[in-house]
């Protein structure tokens, strides 16, 4: 095996690719050399994000060309009091962040909850999605495909399961646009987010759909799924876990911990939320649920780019007569506690700190329990930044912590 130097010097004679090293060194040597080759090409010191704990090989799964690590505070807001259909506790968030004043921002709404009692959560629906594109020759052949596909979802089922020992089949709605024809696969994945397998499984269906009728595939992805884009379907059907949390808060545990009184706070939401997020033409009606999901997605080692869809919530506040009711609506939060990220050291002592690492009993427990924190961390950041907007303290909070 070579040394480090002796990389370098074969990748500028030419001898090795950049993207080869692993297969001359180990993972460790492998990035090091990386690392001093590119910090010599650039003319930069990369001395610390070459210190890190984790071993290179742990990473490989996960990353290409590694050169080293970036380092992002971890922080924690709680204790956070959720009931959810899995389990009742108080849970550590762990958020990764480098925005100022947000772990803060959520440590408050946790605060409100406790008072309050705790946030209920439910998971209403899974399925992570895959759908794939068929080329028919006009709509009379798209109808055709799309009612065989209907009559026949059991032989669907039965080839995309048997791909898997986890995954099972749940939905398959067709589409058909001219001569195209769309067909959403649905899976629940258990504790897996299940981005791979969905996409493995609906390989296997589609080689039945065109042995069976004259769709020709086009693409395994067909842009309907909706993966990593802003997308009304994922909004409108769900994608991963639709999660809702929600809270019944006294008018006096509002007013001391929020500062503001319950019909300011929900005539804020419904002129902020509701009617702002209308006119802009967003697919989020929240304040800032996406904060909440990209930080834990960071520190659990979820896909980071599905913030876009865990983005797509809708935010609820109501004053009735001696409470304040308040709802998170995440419709397609894309998480999961075996796989991917989650097997990265610091991500999965992120998921130990939730008590979730790993696989759930029953399976798919675990990603549901995730899911429902995730949802109440959501809802304490919307109820503390309702707060400090309805008290007009949002640029006095931001002052005082230097932020």
């Known amino acids: 095996m070579s040394d480090a130097a002796e990389l370098v010097d074969r990748v500028r004679d030419g001898e090795i690719a950049l993207h080869e090293l692993e297969a001359h060194a180990d993972a460790d040597t492998a990035a090091t050399a990386r690392r001093r080759l590119v910090a010599d090409d650039t003319g930069t010191t990369l001395g610390t994000v070459g210190e890190y704990a984790i071993d290179a090989a742990d990473a490989e799964p996960n990353i290409e060309n590694m050169i080293g690590t970036v380092q992002i505070p971890l922080g924690v807001a709680g204790p ?15 958020l990764a962040t480098t925005e100022g004043a947000l772990v803060a921002s959520v440590n408050r709404g946790c605060a ?3 008072a309050a009692d705790g946030a209920n959560a439910r998971v209403t629906k ?10 028919v020759t006009d709509i009379v052949e798209a109808e055709a495909v799309v009612e065989w596909v209907r009559d026949n979802r059991d032989a669907l089922a039965d080839a995309a399961e048997a791909t898997t020992s986890h995954g099972e089949l749940v939905d398959v709605t067709p589409y058909a646009v001219g001569d195209s024809v769309f067909l959403r696969f649905g899976y629940d994945t258990k504790d897996a987010m299940g981005m791979n ?6 390989g296997e269906a589609c080689e039945v759909v065109e042995s069976e009728t004259s769709a020709e595939l086009v693409a395994l992805s067909g842009n309907l799924c909706t993966d990593k884009k802003p997308a009304a379907i994922n909004a409108v059907e769900g994608r ?11 008018n006096d545990v509002v007013e001391e911990h929020l500062h503001a009184t319950p019909e300011a706070i ?8 509701l009617i702002g997020s209308a006119k802009a033409g967003s697919l989020g009606f929240n304040a800032h649920a996406a904060n909440v999901v ?5 520190a659990t080692g979820q896909d980071a780019a599905q913030v876009v869809e865990g983005a797509n919530a809708i935010t609820t506040v109501e004053a009735r007569e001696d409470e304040l009711y308040a709802s998170v609506s995440l419709a397609s ?7 991917g990220g989650t097997k990265l050291p610091t991500q999965s002592e992120g998921l130990s700190v939730l008590g979730l690492r790993g696989g759930g009993d029953p399976p798919g427990a675990n990603a549901d329990r995730l899911a429902e924190v995730i949802a109440a961390g959501a809802l304490a950041g919307e109820l503390s930044l309702l707060g400090a907007l309805a008290s007009r303290h949002l640029s006095s909070a931001h002052a005082e912590l230097g932020r």
């Open 266 to 273: 929900a005539e804020l939401n419904t002129r902020k939320n």
């Open 80 to 94: 956070l009091p959720v009931a959810g259909e899995r389990a009742d506790s108080e849970k550590y968030l762990p």
């Open 240 to 250: 991963g876990r639709s999660v809702t949390a929600d809270v019944r808060i006294p």
């Open 197 to 202: 397998m969905a996409t493995i499984a609906t």
């Open 112 to 114: 409100v909850l406790r």
């Open 294 to 298: 990209a930080a834990a997605f960071l």
């Open 126 to 135: 899974r399925a992570m999605t895959r759908a794939p594109v068929f080329r």
């Open 333 to 339: 939060l894309e998480v999961g506690t075996v796989g």
